[in-house]
């Protein structure tokens, strides 16, 4: 079978076209980065140098770290690597596949909010192909890259385009079957399956058999791509996590949960330019940890009923009735909403006040009817746990930070669908309910008192064993999936952010929830690692 890496492919179209000169080494993993290299008096310094490395570059640079010419010399070489590039690009034929191909790539590496502008001329002009000459395409990749490309900006593309890969028997070519590259292909694009697409259906489970079966007779590198695609396909999973999965010495820290809470900010709002907004979604973001604990851990009923009332009133007046940890806990909540509020307002003219309330609300009444379930030990059917625990996941309360915090098409018709767990935040919330509910740990410190979509679902359906019930809810994120992808396609009520933090959202949840039999998560802090102390960009950094 012929093969390369569908991200290795398009990074080598990616070299080929940008001039030599464009890297001192002409190494790919330094030119496709444009500014993770420096060139000063002709001697290239490489940022993947993980040796020593503020003493190696102290022999190549002018200026000590810390002077202000080390700061000026770099930011002035990334601009103009960065203007190189976007000139490169601009230049790029937009019906290309090359362009495609490009876009793949810088995607991939997680510098594409560099080029939105080239990108987006690209796209447009791709629909209009996709949209004129629906099967007019000379390569096996093109069709399933262009479609994935098109899907992930939200463009509704129709499925009719896959048809070049099925024969008169409706079964796929043996071609198809032979090319590596385009069943990857055919893997990726299958993710942004809206539901009721046959025909994506039948690729991904195509696909995904042959590249099972065909690790077995490749060599070792070649068979790591395959199963990292399989793994993580591009639409579901993190940028910079693909590249590095299994090739980093685990981490060896304790759980830190102010770290993951500001994972969850930078893994949602990965624009560089919004620091802010990414600093003040983590304050919400640890108060749905915090107060899940409190109703989990600490609290009595009587408690967390009161608590929850005076929550629904935001009443201030009432929380002498609280013990004092719950005092401090509404108090510093009121803070934080009074506090993002203003901002938002300050930054947009709009204040969002009693949104946010409310989708406090909504979340301290799904914990309470959890807690009421535990206490009285009259437990759920497993769907109408799983309708609770889209609110109790505490995604309806981030994406209601976001949508604000972003600014974007703040109208009357956006701000009542907010308020109402449209179907863009549902379906998130699923996919991480769900999830959650995979993990294998018993939920930190929490004793079992916690349920699960499993449980439930085996209790409902006695005689089921739990990798039935696994597959169920496996089935079941599939389906929330589904339902995203359509969300997010054109014509939606969101801005182009806002869709983009919540496909984010749900891409980290694996990463998340992926509990290993140490009660760690060792998929999180390969990431944590590789975004945090691997990233060689400076642009892409938390300020």
């Given at each position: 079978?012929?093969?390369s890496?569908?991200?290795?492919?398009?990074?080598?179209?990616?070299i080929?076209?940008?001039?030599e000169?464009?890297?001192g080494?002409?190494?790919?993993?330094?030119?496709?980065?444009?500014?993770?290299?420096?060139?000063?008096?002709?001697?290239?310094?490489?940022?993947?140098?993980?040796t020593d490395?503020?003493?190696?570059?102290l022999?190549?640079?002018?200026?000590?770290?810390?002077?202000?010419?080390?700061?000026?010399?770099?930011?002035?070489?990334?601009?103009?690597?960065?203007?190189?590039?976007?000139?490169?690009?601009?230049?790029?034929?937009?019906?290309?596949?090359?362009?495609?191909a490009?876009?793949d790539?810088?995607?991939?590496?997680?510098?594409?909010?560099?080029?939105?502008?080239?990108?987006?001329?690209?796209?447009r002009r791709?629909?209009?192909?996709?949209?004129t000459?629906p099967?007019q395409?000379?390569?096996?990749?093109?069709?399933?890259?262009?479609?994935?490309?098109?899907?992930?900006?939200?463009?509704?593309?129709?499925?009719?385009?896959?048809n070049?890969?099925?024969?008169?028997?409706g079964k796929?070519k043996?071609?198809?079957?032979?090319?590596?590259?385009?069943?990857?292909?055919?893997?990726e694009?299958?993710?942004?399956?809206?539901?009721?697409?046959?025909?994506?259906?039948?690729?991904?489970?195509?696909?995904?058999?042959?590249?099972?079966?065909?690790?077995?007779?490749?060599?070792?590198?070649?068979?790591?791509?395959?199963?990292?695609?399989?793994?993580?396909?591009?639409?579901?999973?993190?940028?910079?996590?693909w590249?590095?999965?299994?090739?980093?010495?685990?981490?060896?820290?304790?759980?830190?949960?102010?770290?993951?809470?500001?994972i969850?900010?930078?893994?949602?709002l990965?624009?560089?330019?919004?620091?802010?907004?990414?600093?003040e979604?983590?304050k919400?973001?640890?108060?749905?940890?915090?107060?899940?604990?409190?109703?989990?851990?600490?609290?009595t009923?009587?408690?967390?009923?009161?608590?929850?009332?005076?929550?629904?009133r935001?009443?201030?007046?009432a929380?002498?009735?609280?013990?004092?940890?719950?005092?401090?806990?509404?108090?510093?909540?009121?803070?934080i909403?009074?506090?993002?509020?203003?901002?938002v307002?300050?930054?947009?003219?709009f204040?969002?006040?009693?949104s946010?309330?409310?989708?406090?609300?909504?979340?301290?009444?799904?914990?309470?009817v959890?807690?009421?379930?535990?206490?009285?030990?009259?437990?759920?059917?497993?769907?109408?746990?799983?309708?609770?625990?889209?609110?109790?996941?505490?995604?309806?309360?981030v994406?209601?930070?976001?949508?604000?915090?972003?600014?974007?098409?703040v109208?009357?018709?956006?701000?009542?669908l907010?308020?109402?767990?449209?179907?863009?935040?549902?379906?998130?919330?699923?996919?991480?309910?769900?999830?959650?509910?995979?993990?294998?740990?018993?939920?930190?410190?929490?004793?079992?008192k916690?349920g699960?979509?499993?449980?439930?679902?085996?209790?409902?359906?006695?005689?089921?064993?739990?990798?039935?019930?696994e597959?169920?809810?496996?089935?079941?994120?599939?389906?929330?999936?589904?339902?995203?992808?359509?969300?997010?396609?054109?014509?939606?009520?969101?801005?182009?952010s806002f869709?983009?933090?919540?496909l984010?959202?749900?891409?980290?949840?694996?990463?998340?929830?992926?509990y290993?039999?140490?009660?760690?998560?060792?998929?999180?802090?390969?990431?944590?690692?590789?975004?945090?102390f691997?990233?060689?960009?400076?642009t892409?950094?938390?300020?």
């Amino acid at each position: 079978m012929a093969f390369s890496s569908p991200a290795f492919s398009s990074v080598s179209s990616f070299i080929s076209i940008v001039p030599e000169k464009f890297s001192g080494t002409g190494k790919p993993n330094l030119l496709v980065r444009g500014c993770l290299s420096t060139n000063y008096e002709k001697q290239s310094v490489s940022l993947d140098n993980d040796t020593d490395f503020r003493s190696n570059l102290l022999k190549h640079l002018k200026y000590p770290i810390g002077h202000p010419s080390f700061a000026e010399d770099i930011h002035v070489e990334h601009a103009r690597k960065l203007k190189a590039f976007k000139h490169m690009l601009s230049r790029v034929r937009k019906d290309s596949f090359e362009g495609l191909a490009i876009i793949d790539a810088v995607q991939r590496l997680g510098i594409d909010y560099h080029f939105q502008e080239e990108i987006q001329q690209i796209i447009r002009r791709q629909y209009v192909i996709s949209a004129t000459y629906p099967f007019q395409h000379h390569y096996l990749q093109e069709i399933p890259l262009r479609f994935r490309l098109l899907r992930q900006e939200g463009y509704n593309v129709p499925t009719d385009m896959f048809n070049k890969f099925i024969n008169k028997d409706g079964k796929f070519k043996q071609r198809v079957r032979e090319d590596i590259n385009s069943l990857m292909g055919l893997y990726e694009a299958s993710q942004l399956c809206i539901g009721g697409e046959d025909v994506l259906d039948e690729a991904r489970q195509f696909s995904s058999k042959l590249l099972n079966q065909s690790m077995s007779h490749l060599d070792p590198y070649q068979a790591k791509v395959v199963r990292n695609t399989l793994l993580y396909p591009y639409h579901r999973s993190s940028a910079r996590w693909w590249k590095d999965l299994g090739l980093a010495k685990k981490l060896e820290f304790a759980r830190e949960q102010p770290l993951k809470w500001y994972i969850w900010s930078m893994a949602c709002l990965t624009d560089a330019n919004l620091s802010w907004q990414r600093i003040e979604l983590t304050k919400p973001i640890s108060f749905i940890y915090i107060i899940d604990d409190i109703f989990d851990v600490y609290g009595t009923l009587d408690e967390l009923t009161i608590f929850t009332e005076i929550v629904n009133r935001w009443d201030h007046a009432a929380i002498d009735q609280l013990p004092d940890y719950m005092k401090i806990c509404f108090k510093v909540l009121d803070d934080i909403t009074n506090e993002i509020s203003y901002k938002v307002y300050k930054e947009h003219g709009f204040n969002p006040v009693h949104s946010l309330r409310k989708a406090w609300s909504s979340l301290c009444n799904a914990f309470l009817v959890e807690a009421k379930w535990f206490a009285s030990e009259n437990m759920p059917k497993a769907e109408e746990y799983l309708k609770n625990g889209i609110i109790s996941s505490g995604v309806h309360v981030v994406l209601v930070h976001i949508f604000f915090l972003l600014g974007q098409n703040v109208t009357k018709e956006t701000v009542e669908l907010i308020d109402n767990n449209p179907g863009i935040i549902s379906s998130t919330a699923t996919i991480l309910r769900l999830w959650d509910d995979l993990g294998s740990a018993k939920d930190e410190n929490q004793e079992g008192k916690d349920g699960s979509y499993v449980h439930y679902y085996m209790k409902e359906h006695q005689g089921s064993i739990v990798q039935a019930a696994e597959e169920h809810a496996m089935s079941k994120i599939s389906d929330a999936w589904k339902c995203l992808n359509k969300e997010c396609l054109s014509p939606n009520p969101f801005p182009a952010s806002f869709t983009r933090a919540s496909l984010n959202l749900a891409r980290m949840v694996p990463l998340m929830y992926s509990y290993d039999d140490k009660q760690r998560l060792p998929s999180l802090e390969e990431y944590i690692k590789s975004l945090l102390f691997e990233n060689e960009e400076p642009t892409r950094g938390v300020y």
